[in-house]
């Protein structure tokens, strides 16, 4: 996702209005220690700047979206995926 974003932005010349982070992180299925550590350490910032968080660690390539997130990011979600 972060090369297609990177591509797409090079072509058209776009830049985002805020800063997008591709993250992964280690031992994510075991108790999800990575993301809870990352997340600990940067509470504050998150809390203040964040706008929302979206976990891909689960696609499997059909042409099917479920989505579960809050109302407000859930219709947005389902509206950019319909285009």
Same mark, same amino acid.
């Given at each position: 996702?972060?090369?297609?974003?990177?591509?797409? !932005?090079? =072509?058209?010349?776009?830049?985002?209005?805020?800063?997008?982070?591709?993250?992964?992180?280690?031992? %994510? =299925?075991?108790?999800?220690?990575? !993301? !809870? =550590?990352?997340? %600990? %350490?940067?509470?504050?910032?998150?809390?203040?700047?964040?706008?929302?968080?979206?976990?891909?660690?689960?696609?499997?390539?059909?042409?099917?979206? !479920?989505?579960?997130?809050?109302?407000?990011?859930?219709?947005?979600?389902?509206?950019?995926?319909?285009?």
């Amino acid at each position: 996702m972060a090369r297609v974003l990177a591509s797409v !932005s090079r =072509e058209i010349k776009w830049r985002p209005r805020r800063t997008i982070m591709f993250c992964q992180w280690d031992a %994510e =299925e075991f108790g999800l220690i990575g !993301s !809870s =550590e990352w997340v %600990e %350490e940067f509470m504050k910032p998150l809390q203040q700047r964040a706008v929302a968080m979206i976990n891909v660690d689960n696609i499997n390539g059909n042409t099917t979206i !479920s989505v579960k997130a809050v109302p407000l990011l859930y219709r947005a979600i389902v509206d950019a995926t319909a285009k």
